[in-house]
């Protein structure tokens, strides 16, 4: 099966600038996640979708992020505007997990990665 | 709210030598826990979980990990290291009571093998 799908895989912006970056996740997947992860640290969860709806954003700082999954498959996650410390990878994931147990008992796929750089 | 803590942030092993990689928690309730590994450049992949019973688990690619509850910790184990093994490897524990999925990572351990 394909694997999930992130673009760009590097992105090199000033500070007050935008981004955005794409996640296309395995079919069939349900849910959905964004991670950031700062360097040295482990990924934290930004934002957490089943099918079209979000399921968790309480770590997503929404001054200046935001993230869409429209028709509940392909999801974009932008920042307006970026600040230094917004320097990361930005991973993607998805899982089949539909109920909560299937949430927790199915594995997550991560893609490779978007590794911003904010100037 | 659950932590991971992973206390070395670089372990070195030759070739062939045994490994362990020591992983803490802290949570309420019976934890979910996982291992992941991620390959420089890559997203992460899962290695191996624990949910309950047997309290030794096997993973992928001869991992195996070791819950106890009386101390708290999750430690992934290898008996003989191969090169390819060099990857940087993340403890995570999960909240299963949550509607969403909220798994916490440690901060990782770098593994360095030496020829």
């Known amino acids: 099966e394909a694997g999930v799908a992130q673009s760009p895989r590097y992105k090199i912006i000033e500070k007050r600038q935008s981004v955005a970056f794409w996640c296309n996740p395995i079919?069939?997947?349900?849910?959905l996640y964004w991670y950031q992860q700062i360097l040295g640290q482990g990924p934290k969860l930004l934002i957490q979708?089943?099918?079209?709806?979000?399921?968790?954003d309480s770590q997503l700082p929404k001054d200046r992020f935001s993230a869409e999954r429209l028709k509940g498959v392909d999801s974009t996650l932008k920042i307006q505007p970026a600040k230094l410390e917004d320097s990361a990878v930005y991973l993607c994931?998805?899982?089949?997990?539909?109920?909560?147990?299937?949430?927790?008992?199915?594995?997550?796929?991560f893609g490779n990665g978007t590794r911003l750089t904010v100037t | 709210a659950q932590s991971v803590t992973q206390p070395d942030i670089h372990i070195t092993v030759s070739e062939g030598a045994s490994l362990e990689l020591r992983c803490n928690y802290s949570?309420?309730?019976?934890?979910?826990l996982f291992w992941y590994v991620q390959s420089p450049g890559q997203g992460l992949q899962l290695l191996l979980k624990?949910?309950?019973?047997?309290?030794l688990v096997q993973g992928i690619k001869g991992f195996e990990a070791e819950f106890k509850r009386s101390q708290s910790s999750f430690n992934l184990r290898k008996p003989s290291v191969h090169w390819s093994d060099a990857a940087e490897y993340f403890c995570?524990?999960?909240?299963?009571?949550?509607?969403?999925?909220?798994?916490?990572f440690g901060s990782g351990t770098q593994l360095t093998v030496l020829p």
């Open positions: 994931a998805s899982s089949l997990g539909g109920s909560r147990w299937q949430a927790f008992n199915s594995p997550l796929h």
């Open positions: 079919s069939g997947h349900a849910t």
């Open positions: 979708f089943q099918n079209n709806g979000v399921v968790d």
């Open positions: 949570y309420g309730a019976t934890p979910y």
């Open positions: 624990y949910f309950s019973g047997d309290t």
């Open positions: 995570a524990v999960g909240a299963p009571s949550g509607s969403a999925r909220q798994l916490t």
